[in-house]
């Protein structure tokens, strides 16, 4: 394998929230890559239902205290760090106060989706690239998994691409089922806007900028694409493979090492399948 460095951003990451096929593949692919001789690091956001005294989260001052402005807002940035028990993976959280601390995932107490869903996704996304600059760490891969990372291929490629650490990184994203169903709006239009993305990176796209919208979105801007659940919208998939993009269908669990590996030394290559 000729990767060696992979930053993994998650949604969900087992045993910190429910188990999930997403939460179960964001602990399980990072667990095999570092197994297989990798250099990772695993971010996902600390949502409002994680307990940190039971998942020992504390913060990392050094890392913490950025203010990121969003929608001409400042959102005080605070990192928290794990270790997930009877392994030597740590995990980084992604905190804020009004975003995170004091919410649940994509839903309320009441099953109402967040009116701001799209907005705490950019802060995540955000979050996560400024931490790794701070860490001065040069992934070769990062891969996503879940709605909340569908920004960071964008920013990748528009944002930060003279950044040293992402300079030359790919990145690969995976689908899974339909989440979300309410429109992102005019906030989104306005949040997403940072450096050289402006809000007209979103007119080609729907008008209501739907979650379909958002997977797209995250499906321009990547360099590899994996249909990672069981019930993933299969438009999506076809619309990576007429833009040309590598797309890895339905991974073998058995095997799921080497198929990853191969599959983002084949995305780190640049060579299509």
């Known amino acids: 394998m000729n990767v060696k460095k992979v930053l993994f951003i998650n949604q969900e990451i087992t045993p910190y929230v429910p188990e999930s096929e997403m939460s179960h593949l964001g602990r399980q692919i990072p667990q095999v890559m570092q197994d297989g001789g990798c250099e990772i690091r695993t971010f996902m956001p600390k949502w409002g239902n994680i307990n940190e005294r039971r998942g020992q989260l504390h913060e990392v001052i050094r890392l913490s205290r950025m203010m990121l402005i969003i929608d001409e807002t400042d959102h005080p940035l605070i990192i928290k760090v794990a270790s997930i028990p009877s392994t030597r993976i740590q995990v980084y959280f992604i905190d804020n106060e009004d975003y995170f601390t004091k919410r649940l995932m994509a ?9 701001d869903n799209g907005e705490r996704a950019i802060f995540f996304a955000r979050g996560v690239l400024e931490t790794v600059k701070k860490l001065r760490w040069v992934p070769d891969i990062i891969h996503c998994q879940g709605w909340m990372t569908s920004v960071v291929p964008l920013y990748i490629k528009k944002a930060y691409q003279d950044e040293p650490s992402f300079a030359n990184t790919k990145v690969v994203t995976s689908l899974f089922s339909e989440e979300l169903h309410e429109s992102f709006g005019e ?16 007119d080609g796209y729907g ?28 438009d999506l998939i076809k619309y990576a493979e007429g833009k040309g993009i590598p797309v890895m269908n339905n991974p073998d669990d058995e095997n799921i090492g080497k198929v990853y590996g191969d599959f983002y030394d084949l995305v780190f290559e640049g060579k299509s399948e």
């Open 187 to 202: 906030d989104f239009r306005r949040s997403i806007e940072f450096r050289d993305v402006k809000a007209d990176v979103l």
């Open 107 to 115: 839903f309320d107490e009441s099953g109402k989706e967040y009116d």
């Open 207 to 234: 008008d209501n900028f739907s979650f379909a919208d958002l997977e797209k979105l995250a499906i321009d801007y990547s360099d590899g694409v994996v249909s990672a659940g069981k019930s993933v919208n299969q």
